[in-house]
């Protein structure tokens, strides 16, 4: 027999206020994380500005020690040197404001890094130009090198092109004429009447391998770093323009007030009649003024 029994279903709300829960709890971690990636973004400069330097180049420091006590006063800033050895941080910190500026770097080489990495970075004022050089263990003039001689040049696409260009300005190689010249590369090179024989190596490794090579061009500074004399320089052609160090600072930051002090201070006449006048031998015949082409 059937038996009537009162009883009333009721819907279980439990997975709605759960589901509605979440979606909150979700949409107000989002905010809190949006208004935190934003305050942590806001980059607020004042008057003392740390502008890197690498610690193995000397003349770079010297340098901005110029500008800080002479020139940078008169523009209300107080400019405050930073070694640091690694280029790449330095160049991130640069990029996220954690530094105003550095001074390490050409604009191809800076091209090449901000392709690289994604950082936000802009070449702004010309400050000085290093000087190139070949060096050699072997011999005392660029005339004494035998055909076929071995000359080490810089491994980076950059900096290779620099020295090939200079090689082709000297006269010694002659390069393809579809090319831009600061971007040549070994299989470029389209005349070498003295059959030179070309061998990549790094930067930094070049002063280190110049008693097993006839020859290397690179920078004097790493030569000077490198404790090689300057009197086993044997060729030292001028630099072009293009290749001047500049003033590299975080995009976001040019319409910075302090920022663009900074940048009048660098560009003060005076930084460059002091490469021209000083003779601190860690600065002279080693950062030359920015020429004129």
Same mark, same amino acid.
């Given at each position: 027999?059937?038996?009537? =029994?009162?009883?009333?279903?009721?819907?279980?709300?439990?997975?709605?206020?759960?589901?509605?829960?979440?979606?909150?709890? *979700?949409? &107000?971690?989002?905010?809190?994380?949006?208004?935190?990636?934003?305050?942590?973004?806001?980059?607020?400069?004042?008057?003392?500005?740390?502008?890197?330097?690498?610690?193995?180049? *000397?003349?770079?420091?010297?340098?901005?020690?110029?500008?800080?006590?002479?020139?940078?006063?008169?523009?209300?800033?107080?400019?405050?040197? =930073?070694?640091?050895?690694?280029?790449?941080? &330095?160049?991130?910190?640069?990029? +996220?404001?954690?530094? &105003?500026?550095?001074?390490?770097?050409?604009?191809?080489?800076?091209?090449?890094? =901000?392709?690289?990495?994604?950082?936000?970075?802009?070449?702004?004022?010309?400050?000085?130009?290093?000087?190139?050089?070949?060096?050699? +263990?072997?011999?005392?003039?660029? +005339?004494?090198?035998? /055909?076929?001689?071995?000359?080490?040049?810089?491994?980076?696409?950059?900096?290779?092109?620099?020295?090939?260009?200079?090689?082709?300005?000297?006269?010694?190689?002659?390069? /393809?004429?579809?090319?831009?010249?600061?971007?040549?590369?070994?299989?470029?090179?389209?005349?070498?009447?003295?059959?030179?024989?070309?061998?990549?190596?790094?930067?930094?490794?070049?002063?280190?391998?110049? +008693?097993?090579?006839?020859?290397?061009?690179?920078?004097?500074?790493?030569?000077? &770093?490198?404790?090689?004399?300057?009197?086993?320089?044997?060729?030292?052609?001028?630099?072009?323009?293009?290749?001047?160090?500049?003033?590299?600072?975080?995009?976001?930051?040019?319409?910075?007030?302090?920022?663009?002090?900074?940048?009048? *201070?660098?560009?003060?006449?005076? =930084?460059?009649?002091?490469?021209?006048?000083?003779?601190?031998?860690?600065?002279?015949?080693?950062?030359?003024?920015?020429?004129?082409?």
């Amino acid at each position: 027999m059937a038996q009537n =029994v009162n009883f009333q279903l009721k819907k279980n709300r439990k997975p709605v206020w759960i589901t509605l829960g979440i979606i909150v709890l *979700a949409a &107000a971690l989002g905010v809190f994380f949006y208004f935190k990636s934003q305050r942590s973004d806001v980059v607020v400069f004042t008057d003392t500005l740390k502008v890197h330097h690498m610690p193995s180049y *000397a003349g770079e420091e010297r340098i901005l020690k110029y500008i800080a006590e002479y020139i940078a006063p008169d523009y209300g800033i107080k400019v405050e040197p =930073v070694a640091l050895q690694d280029d790449l941080q &330095a160049d991130r910190a640069v990029s +996220d404001g954690v530094y &105003a500026g550095t001074i390490l770097q050409h604009q191809w080489w800076l091209k090449q890094v =901000v392709e690289a990495n994604g950082f936000e970075l802009t070449p702004t004022i010309e400050v000085f130009q290093w000087s190139f050089a070949i060096y050699s +263990d072997r011999y005392k003039s660029i +005339d004494e090198l035998p /055909d076929g001689a071995v000359i080490a040049i810089p491994i980076d696409g950059a900096n290779q092109g620099q020295a090939l260009w200079l090689l082709e300005r000297e006269g010694l190689i002659g390069l /393809d004429k579809g090319i831009e010249p600061k971007t040549a590369k070994i299989k470029n090179i389209v005349d070498n009447p003295r059959k030179f024989r070309f061998k990549e190596l790094d930067l930094l490794t070049m002063p280190r391998v110049l +008693d097993s090579i006839d020859a290397g061009i690179t920078y004097v500074s790493l030569f000077d &770093a490198g404790k090689i004399s300057r009197e086993k320089g044997i060729l030292f052609p001028k630099t072009p323009r293009t290749f001047a160090s500049r003033l590299v600072i975080g995009t976001r930051f040019l319409n910075d007030p302090y920022i663009k002090k900074l940048q009048e *201070a660098f560009a003060d006449p005076r =930084v460059q009649e002091y490469l021209r006048t000083t003779d601190d031998p860690l600065v002279q015949g080693v950062l030359t003024p920015v020429s004129d082409n």
